[in-house]
């Protein structure tokens, strides 16, 4: 795999104009994204990833450090930026316009006419599903359909990079999932993704890579195997008082849920399948089961950027 963004030593701050304090939006940021993978990009709000995909954009420019995008040192040359495809957060596009008409707008600006744009216009829709509404007006689709149209916006140029701001927020499970099968389509295909997202769920099922970003700095960066712990154990036990519940969690097994008679525990990832088993036992517990436990995507976020703001109080 070759690597298409490259990031290294990246740095974004604000001044003030009044005399106040500056604001270090992103802070010494070293990322790679290698070709034909989907590198998911988190982060809470204000943590640094909108700057950085400005920065890689050419919207705005770092304070110090460098950006290398398919191997080319000046990523805001027209070339390198016929090559990424952008679908903001929200994206906007004039209710009486109609789906094809959008498309030929954003291919015009990218040079295409004549066949060459009708040919895109067709390849596009036809990726993201879209021919049944290409003549219909804006105005009457949908928040997913709007999502769709706008990742064909994205395509138009035929990129080999697509960068994706919140592409499944606020849609109903069926446009969630149609969004999630066309960009597992895309990666198929051979384009390269970065995804920012708050939708943790989503994100875990399709990425290769996580990076994960709290006030500016890189706090965590790798697969999704080398990063959510395995070590964890479930251990599902007959239903027990509050007490005994109170006992458990103080040695480590914590009630996750309850259904009818049943409760599931998580045990430390410290304990042992025979600890906790032990711990069980000394409580005079009924196990019904013990399976190994994988983390989250939600629990490793919440657990990294948790860590990084104890850190900051301490």
């Known amino acids: 795999m070759s690597v298409v963004i490259k990031a290294e ?18 802070t010494d940021l070293n990322l790679e994204v290698q070709s034909g993978e989907i590198l998911a990009y988190l ?12 920065m890689l954009l050419g919207l705005i420019f ?3 450090g460098s950006i290398e995008i398919l191997g080319s040192k000046n990523p805001t040359s027209p070339a390198i930026k016929k090559e990424i495809g952008y679908l903001p957060e929200g ?6 316009l109609k789906g094809e ?10 040079g295409l006419s004549g066949k060459d744009l009708k040919m895109r216009i067709d390849k596009v829709i ?27 916006q994205a395509l138009i140029s035929d990129p080999k990079i ?46 290769d890579r996580i990076s994960i970003l709290f006030e500016g700095v890189q706090q965590t960066m790798g697969t999704i195997t080398e990063l959510l712990n395995e070590r964890e154990l479930s251990i599902e036990i007959k239903a027990v008082s509050d007490d005994v519940l109170k006992a458990l969690a103080e040695k480590g097994l914590k009630a996750e849920d309850q259904v009818g008679e049943r409760i599931n525990l998580r045990a430390n990832p410290s304990l042992t399948t025979y600890d906790a088993m032990e711990i069980c036992k000394a409580s005079n517990v009924t196990i019904i089961g013990v399976a190994p436990r994988r983390e989250t995507l939600e629990e490793l976020f919440v657990r990294v950027v948790g860590g990084a703001l104890e850190a900051k109080r301490s």
């Open 9 to 26: 030593g990246l740095s974004k701050i604000y001044e003030s104009a009044m005399g106040g304090q500056d604001v270090h939006a992103l």
């Open 43 to 54: 982060g809470p709000n204000g943590s640094g990833k909108t700057t950085t995909i400005k």
């Open 62 to 64: 770092p304070t110090s």
């Open 91 to 96: 994206a906007y596009y004039p209710d009486f």
């Open 101 to 110: 008409e959008i498309l030929k707008y954003y291919g015009q600006l990218y």
């Open 126 to 152: 036809d990726q993201v599903g879209m021919q049944h509404a290409r003549k219909r007006l804006l105005r009457g689709y949908s928040k997913g359909m709007r999502q769709r149209i706008g990742l064909a």
């Open 162 to 207: 697509l960068i994706l701001d919140e592409p499944t927020t606020g849609l109903d499970p069926i446009a969630r999932k149609e969004i999630r099968d066309i960009i597992l389509n895309l990666r198929e295909e051979g384009k390269t993704l970065m995804i920012s997202s708050h939708e943790l769920l989503e994100v875990e099922l399709i990425s």
